[in-house]
């Protein structure tokens, strides 16, 4: 079988372990139609099940059990290792994302195996040979996983996530993890509300207006802000932003940054460095505003506007709302 | 007093345009400079600040060939005490290769009397982006591992690390001796003084060579994307170009109604 790790929010099944599941599937197909088992772990929303099961899921491995409720990567990667163990897994996925790299590459190691990170696409099932990111995503590595057990997670946004035609009946067993000695000593013990990580809206909003240097300062994004509000996105900045200390870096996207694929992003004041454009490649539509025409985020983007942002989108904002009704 | 191990890894900067190699195994770094990946940037500063406020001290540790010593020197020059190289090849080593290399100087170190309560690590290197040599380190050391924090601190035998996590900014507090892996965000660069690039030049490096032969990454061959010719329309020119903008969002539907 195929195991998956699914992350779930308030929400349910989180969008980009959707697209895993998604990817597992076209992996479990060329591996000759080997089923797809998932692990959750703690609390999960009603209606989870019925979201695995669109996604043709045959078994979830529910790990209910309050030592996992607040998050350790060692103790939550423990649940993944039996599950996979138990199913004797022949491919173990998870997104991309910090909390799935984090518990696979325990897994990795528990398992003995080796691991590829941020997986783009499977070139050959007998021997695996994967794709994956390299070089902040300017450049691919082809990788040949050799193990009894391939190791994986996939980069986000590389599939979109689709529902299966036969909607599947997934078993559920409640599972208590084998923890080591010590898995617990990485816990979580307390978490700040004050200050939320809006990297996951980031990466699931479908539209973000993303600004650079062109800002000015710390108090350049007023403007931005309110373009954002009137398109009910998300803002993403640069990484010379973050550095510069105008805004937090979870708003960062880039190789050191959140990876996004909206349906529109607007770059604004920025120029396109590679680093940056590993962030953002996979947005369906860029408009660009920019002083610069050579700028490389100009020629890379779909529409432009040369001029300065802060003439550009206060014109912008003031002709949304002149032709609201 | 906590002695602190930071590692880097020297990496082509990628900022330009990448070639490859001929044989398609590594980046072409004939015409580009090297530099380490901005979480290494910032586990050097955390290493520095933990070693300063417990009077212990920060070694660099670099695996690569000869001219990695310049990132060795780079960190000593912001601070850190002393630097290591594992002289090897670092196309050949791949994360577990690494790990182990790096846990045969730790316990090596602590054989002659240094202990390395903190071994940091960059998230992932900018190369190879494995996300794992700071896991696998921690297994070969048998000690606990923080992936992703931003800002840490130490009182006594305990770490108080801190990361983002879904749900906000995570805590954790765990017993030294412990390996984190730094994520960007938390910590400012540290840029060297003149009195430091004069220290650094003038350090010993210690040079080790790995005890076991390295069983490689699973690389069959690196491929670049292709070249995309740029297919811009461009809406207009500054202010006046709103109305061309806003026809385009209401073409997109993405105007909330």
């Known amino acids: 079988m195929i195991l998956v790790f699914v992350e779930t929010d308030a929400g ?16 479990a197909e060329r591996a000759g139609g080997l089923p797809v088992h998932v692990v959750v772990i703690g609390d999960v929303p009603a209606g989870t099940t019925s979201q695995l099961a669109a996604q043709g899921v045959q078994r979830v491995h529910h790990a209910q059990d309050e030592r996992l409720q607040a998050y350790s990567g060692a103790a939550w990667s423990a649940a993944v290792v039996d599950a996979a163990r138990d199913g ?32 783009v696409a499977i070139e050959a099932v007998s021997p695996l040979v994967v794709s994956r990111q390299v070089l902040g995503g300017s450049a691919l590595e082809e990788m040949r996983l050799d193990d009894d057990v391939a190791v994986l997670t996939v980069a986000g946004h590389v599939v979109e996530s689709a529902e299966v035609s036969d909607v599947t009946t997934p078993d559920v067993v409640t599972v208590a993890p084998n923890l080591r000695d010590g898995d617990l000593l990485t816990r979580v013990v307390r978490t700040d509300q004050g200050e939320p990580d809006q990297s996951g ?6 539209v973000v207006v993303g600004a650079g240097r062109g800002a000015g300062g710390r108090d350049g994004f007023e403007d931005l802000l309110e373009l954002t509000d009137l398109l009910g996105g998300a803002l993403g900045v640069s990484r010379v932003v973050t550095n510069l200390g105008w805004r937090p870096h979870h708003e960062q996207v880039g190789q050191t940054g959140s990876r996004i694929a909206p349906d529109l992003y607007i770059p604004c004041g920025i120029s396109g460095a590679i680093q940056h454009w590993a962030g953002c490649s996979g947005a369906k539509t860029i408009l660009a505003v920019n002083n610069d025409p050579e700028a490389p985020m100009v020629t890379k983007a779909h529409y432009a506007v040369i001029g300065d942002l802060h003439e550009v989108v206060p014109a912008i904002n003031a002709e949304i709302l002149r032709r609201r009704p | 007093m906590t002695d602190v191990l930071v590692c880097v890894k020297r990496v082509p900067d990628n900022s330009g345009e990448i070639l490859l190699t001929d044989d398609a195994q590594s980046v072409d770094a004939r015409h580009v400079g090297f530099t380490v990946s901005a979480h290494e940037v910032c586990a050097v500063a955390l290493a520095v600040e933990v070693a300063a406020a417990t009077d212990g001290e920060a070694t660099v540790l670099t695996l690569g060939p000869g001219d990695a010593v310049e990132q060795a020197r780079d ?36 054989e002659r009397g240094r202990t390395y309560d903190l071994v940091l690590l960059g998230n992932d290197a900018a190369d190879t982006g494995d996300f794992q040599v700071g896991a696998r380190l921690g297994y070969e050391l048998d000690r606990p591992v923080l992936t992703g924090i931003s800002t840490l601190d130490v009182t006594g035998r305990t770490v108080t690390a801190r990361g983002d996590g879904p749900g906000g900014a995570e805590v954790f507090e765990v017993p030294l001796p412990a390996v984190v892996t730094v994520m960007e965000g938390g910590v400012t660069p540290r840029y060297p003084s003149v009195p430091g690039r004069m220290k650094a030049k003038r350090a010993t490096v210690e040079t080790v060579i790995p005890r076991t032969a390295p069983t490689g990454g699973g690389r069959v061959r690196l491929k670049l994307p ?25 073409r997109l539907g993405v105007l909330p109604t």
């Open chain 1, 12 to 27: 349910g099944v989180v969008e980009v372990s959707r697209e895993t599941l998604t990817f597992s599937r076209g992996l």
């Open chain 2, 226 to 250: 292709p070249a995309q010719p740029s297919s811009v329309q461009i809406l207009g020119e500054g202010p006046d170009a709103a109305p061309a903008v806003v026809d385009l969002l209401e």
């Open chain 1, 88 to 119: 004797d897994a022949r491919a173990v996925l998870a997104a991309g994302t910090p909390r799935g790299s984090e518990i696979l590459a325990h897994t990795s190691v528990r398992l003995g195996v080796a691991m590829a990170a941020n997986v």
């Open chain 2, 75 to 110: 960190a000593v020059a912001v601070g850190c005490a002393s630097a290591v190289l594992i002289e090897a090849d670092s196309g050949a080593h791949g994360p577990a290769d690494v790990s182990r290399a790096i846990a045969e100087v730790v316990l090596a170190h602590a």
């Open chain 1, 201 to 206: 809206a980031l990466a699931s909003a479908h």
